[in-house]
């Protein structure tokens, strides 16, 4: 497979960088007393902490976040859903799927940093090893799938970095909320009101989140994995709510039960980077099997 090189307005030499960064601004997994859905616990200590990652992260991930927050508008995350979410791209099983995912090379180490398919079974076999379920298992193992956006001509600010509620007031604890000025949203009042284009209460699935590889992931596997999986694929990203306490007042009760299912997941995609590479052809035949377990041979992409 040739590598895809990456075009002109991608800071990122890696997409791993952005990846890194979040273990950086969250450097332990959360604690038990840590997961309650409290919203705006330590804005104190939480402000201290967006000084130091802010200052200590790469020019290349500020700047991946500059072009995110000034691009990522109410207007752009619509088209993109409209543009995606008619599945007439292509047609593809899960593991060639990650295959095809897997020619996404930048330029990272490839010594020493993981590839795309790499990653995604590093997460499977994570949660494999401690017994979870097998949608579990499978969920780690599709749950960047949503990355074949690059290989479509999608910016890397459009496919990765954390999502936010996109039509109503940026939470202060996104990473870099000064860059939100350059965003045309910014001044548009309508879009800067606490709830702004929505009701309160109304539910994240009414919520226009920024877009991304979560949103799309879903929305391939929506038909075939149990509700908890797909929250932990559509909102993986959402640092904001799942790691910030951030948004409650647009959440229902259904995010409220799911929101445990999200932060449970997000340890293996977080935490289990390690330089030691899954053997993808000794491990294959037991992921086809899994995936024939929930998926038909070939999905819409
Ligand atoms: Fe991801
Ligand atoms: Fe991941």
Known sequence: MSPIALAQNQPLQSLDEVEDFYKERYPQPMSEAQKKPAVGADPAKKVDEFRNYEADARPTVREFYRLNHAHQTHEFALAKRKEYLGFNRRQMGIWEAAEY??????????DTDLSQLEHLLQTAEHL???????????????????????????PQWAVVGDTFPTGCA????????????????????????????????????????????????YNVCKDYLPMEGLYMLRYHSFYPWHREGEYGHLLNDQDRKHLKDVQAFNPYDLYTKSHAKPDAKALRPYYEDLIAEFFPAKVRW
């Not at 995912?101 to 490839?110: A, F, G």
């Not at 939100?180 to 919520?207: H, W």
């Open 101 to 110: 995912l897997n020619q996404l090379i930048d330029d990272s180490d490839p």
């Open 170 to 217: 940026y939470s202060p604890k996104i990473v870099f909320p000064k860059f939100f000025e350059a965003n045309p949203d910014f001044r548009n009042p309508r879009f800067q009101t606490k709830n702004g284009v929505y009701e309160e209460g109304c539910g994240l699935d009414a919520v226009n989140l920024s877009w991304g590889h979560d949103e799309y992931i």
């Open 128 to 154: 494999r090893a401690d017994g979870q379920s097998r949608w579990m298992i499978l969920t780690g193992f599709v749950h960047d799938l949503g990355k074949i956006l690059c290989l479509w001509g999608e």
